[in-house]
Antibody, heavy 119, light 105 residues
């Protein structure tokens, strides 16, 4: 059974970078699927941030394109989110998600990492 | 971006039938999916491609629709179905609805 687990700092200062790790067990991230980051803001709005494919290509939400980077370490079966120049509006719960690579169905989610941006 | 508009919060009694709607700002064909998020938990997939039941999801859940109008139906509703339900389209870059909070009386 696949499991995804987010990890990283729960508090980030404005203008700094937010960095999260998603550790995947039960499935090899190079075997298939895309690997996404989704965030849920206070008030329940959800936003797709981007993904890294099983081949290593990336696709980002245009609204975040200048600030976001998604990378991976295949030896550790992990993928990563970096979001630069954060503001308080980036306060959210961040989920790593397995996404089908054809229809973008999000079929497995991590438990989520709460990140607060505050000085 | 394709905007998804969901019905407001609903309150129903156990054993009733409930429908949750999702309207897209443009046609998304059948590229619509539904998720359930219980309090304190991560979202889970219920329905994909408008009407396909995800493995392990009870048959009380069903989905229908195409184009711009979609419906998630729960029949009969159980107390454990208390959750927020989200639709998500994948016709273009994924977007989500604002969520429908379901309360079981």
């Amino acid at each position: 059974e696949i499991q995804l687990q987010e990890s990283g700092p729960g508090l980030v200062k404005p203008s700094q970078s937010l960095s999260l790790t998603c550790s995947v067990t039960g499935y090899t991230i190079t075997s298939g699927y895309d690997w996404s980051w989704i965030r849920k803001f206070p008030g329940n709005k959800m936003e797709w941030m981007g993904y890294i494919s099983n081949s290593g290509s990336t696709n980002y939400n245009p609204s975040l394109k200048i600030r976001i980077s998604i990378t991976r370490d295949t030896s550790k079966n992990q993928f990563f989110l970096q979001l630069n120049s954060v503001t308080t509006e980036d306060t959210a719960t961040y989920y790593c998600v397995r996404t089908t690579d054809y229809y973008y169905v999000m079929d497995a989610w991590g438990q989520g990492a709460s990140v607060t941006v505050s000085s | 971006d394709t905007v998804l508009t969901q019905s407001p919060a609903l309150a129903v009694s156990p054993g009733e039938r409930v429908t949750i709607s999702c309207r897209a700002s443009e046609s998304v064909s059948t590229l619509m999916h539904w998720y359930q998020q219980k309090p304190g938990q991560q979202p889970t997939l219920l329905i994909y491609l408008a009407s396909n039941l995800e493995s392990g999801v009870p048959a009380r859940f069903s989905g229908s629709g195409s184009g711009t109008d979609f419906t998630l139906t729960i029949d009969p509703v159980e107390a454990d179905d208390t959750a927020t339900y989200y639709c998500q389209q994948s016709w273009n870059d994924p977007t989500f609805g604002s969520g429908t909070k379901l309360e079981i009386k």
